[in-house]
């Protein structure tokens, strides 16, 4: 089946323009998330979702970075007034649910990525 | 807070050689142990995990066995093939928590 898709792949903006990164999570998963990755680290957790319900935004860096999910399908990460720190690739995953069950735990599959540059 | 260190890259192997990449963890509690790997031009995809203590991940040849009393999960694979060149990451997930804490990757290059 379809796996977690990401639009666009590559986004290059001006500094101070706003861009919205869209994700497209496996059919029926209820929990979505969202990392960002700096060239040579591994990815950080910025905010998810249960459902239409941002359950943890903790990982966002400013009030620049807004994340939305209205139907509890699609989300949307929009990062206002670009700055050149902003450059990295955006990961988002989806899971079946959140966490963990007796025994293990739910895991997150992941998209393709946006690459955003800010020039 | 919580933390992951992974060994250093990048790793390059002749095929066939044996693999270990080191991965230790700071974490409260018993979280669940990740590796992930990301495959050239490809997202990240679940390798294997282990949710507790002394369990043993595998697949696709690869092993990580979860120590608690060295904080490790160290991946090893008997015999490495080309196709195996990959950037691998070692995550963890507290318990209650839902998102993945991340070491910084280790690239890894099989030669011929």
């Known amino acids: 089946g379809a796996g977690v898709s990401q639009s666009p792949r590559y986004k290059v903006t001006k500094r101070g323009q706003d861009v919205a990164l869209r994700c497209d999570p496996i059919?029926?998963?209820?929990?979505l998330y969202w990392y960002r990755q700096a060239l040579g680290q591994g990815p950080e957790f910025l905010t998810y979702f249960n459902y239409e319900a941002q359950q943890d935004k903790s990982g966002l860096p400013n009030d620049r970075f807004s994340a939305e999910r209205p139907e509890g399908s699609i989300s949307t990460l929009t990062i206002q007034r670009t700055e050149q720190r902003d450059s990295a690739m955006y990961r988002c995953a989806s899971s079946p649910r959140t966490g963990g069950y007796r025994g293990g735990t739910y895991e997150q599959y992941f998209g393709p990525g946006t690459r955003l540059t800010v020039t | 807070g919580d933390s992951v260190t992974q060994m250093e890259g990048p790793v390059t192997l002749s095929e066939e050689a044996f693999l270990t990449i080191n991965c230790t963890y700071t974490?409260?509690?018993?979280?669940?142990l990740f590796w992930y790997v990301q495959y050239p031009g490809e997202g990240l995809q679940l390798l294997l995990k282990?949710?507790?203590?002394?369990d043993k991940g595998s697949n696709k040849g690869f092993e990580a066995t979860y120590r608690k009393e060295t904080t490790s999960f160290h991946l090893e694979k008997g015999s490495v093939q080309v196709s195996d060149s990959a950037v691998y990451f070692c995550a963890l997930m507290r318990q209650g928590a839902q998102k993945l804490v991340f070491g910084q990757g280790t690239r890894l290059t099989i030669n011929p």
């Open positions: 974490a409260t509690g018993y979280p669940s």
């Open positions: 059919s029926g998963h209820v929990s």
């Open positions: 282990a949710t507790k203590a002394d």
